[in-house]
């Protein structure tokens, strides 16, 4: 079984937007209007990842939902869990690739944690939602 697509909510998506094509270098390829099942509509904006036709990073930009003023789009803080324990991951193919995704994201001004697990290596920020990013090699 094969994994297909991560989808969250965004709570800004023009920022979303910004921060997974320009800054992750992901490819908008499909936008969708529809119905969400408790009230309201949505648009669901898929992201390819490094051009793997298989695997992508969703969005939902929701509309006229019921309480949407109060949602969280932070899946920690939602959670009530500390920082970076819930995080969504993407592999890198070698050390020099890792160094440049670090490179862009501390040019964008991110904060940026760097992790050596002994048994792989990690950089860490933040998406506009507040959720934690992840390269791995």
């Known amino acids: 079984m094969g994994y297909h697509h991560l989808a969250l909510a965004a ?8 921060f997974y094509e320009r800054i992750m270098g992901f490819e908008l390829v499909k936008v969708e209007i529809g119905p969400v099942m408790s009230g309201g509509w949505g648009k669901h904006f898929f992201y390819r990842m490094d051009g793997d036709d298989s695997k992508f990073i969703a969005f939902w930009e929701l509309h006229d939902t019921q ?3 109060a949602y969280q789009y932070d899946i920690n803080a939602a959670a009530n869990l500390p920082m970076l324990t819930n ?3 993407f592999d890198v193919k070698d050390r020099a690739e890792l ?3 670090k490179a862009k994201w501390l040019a964008e001004g991110l904060d940026v944690i760097e992790i050596d697990h002994n ?14 990013v992840e390269f791995c090699l």
Do not use: L
């Not at 048994?119 to 934690?132: E, K, L, Q, R, V």
């Open 87 to 89: 995080h969504y991951s």
């Open 119 to 132: 048994w792989c290596h990690s950089i860490y920020t933040n998406d506009p939602n507040g959720n934690a």
């Open 11 to 18: 709570k800004d998506m023009r920022a979303i937007h910004d």
């Open 99 to 101: 160094e440049a995704r």
């Open 67 to 69: 309480d949407q003023e």
